[in-house]
C-alpha cells in the first residue's frame, strides 16, 4: 500500500516562492505516477500538476509558467516549486499516487495536506 505525506507549506508574501514536498513510502515509487492536486476552502479538490514515472509532465492552466513539479526517485520524493505566488493560491496542498497519467484513481488514501497561505 502507498502511503504518501506531504511538508513545505508555509505563509509567504504574494509574489513570493515555496518548494512543497510528496515523500512516499513504496518500493514500486519509480513505476508511479505522482500528482499535486490543492483544495481551497469551499472549494472543490483541483489537479496542480501530475508527473510520470519518466518524467513527463502536465499542469493546470493556473499553474503553467509558475510551478514546477519533479521528482527525485532515489529518495522516493516529488516536489512542487511554486514560484510568484497569488492570494488565489492558498488552498491545503495534497498529492497522492496512480497508475497512469490518465487514471482518476487514486492509489493511496488522502492525506493531511499542507497549507499553503498567500497573503496580499
Known amino acids: 500500500q502507498v502511503r504518501l505525506v506531504e511538508s513545505g507549506g508555509g505563509l509567504v508574501q504574494a509574489g513570493g516562492s515555496l518548494r512543497l514536498s510528496c515523500a512516499a513510502s513504496t518500493s514500486t515509487f519509480s513505476n508511479l505516477v505522482i500528482g499535486w492536486y490543492r483544495q481551497a476552502p469551499g472549494s472543490q479538490r483541483e489537479l496542480v500538476a501530475r508527473i510520470s514515472s519518466s518524467g513527463s509532465t502536465v499542469y493546470a492552466g493556473s499553474a503553467k509558467g509558475r510551478f514546477t513539479i519533479s521528482r527525485d526517485n532515489p529518495k522516493n520524493t516529488v516536489f512542487l516549486q511554486m514560484t510568484n505566488l497569488f492570494p488565489e493560491d492558498t488552498a491545503v496542498y495534497y498529492c497522492?499516487?496512480?497508475?497512469?497519467?490518465?487514471?482518476?484513481?487514486?492509489?493511496?488514501?488522502w492525506g493531511q495536506g499542507t497549507q499553503v497561505t498567500v497573503s496580499s
Open positions: 497522492n499516487a496512480y497508475g497512469s497519467m490518465m487514471s482518476r484513481i487514486p492509489l493511496a488514501s
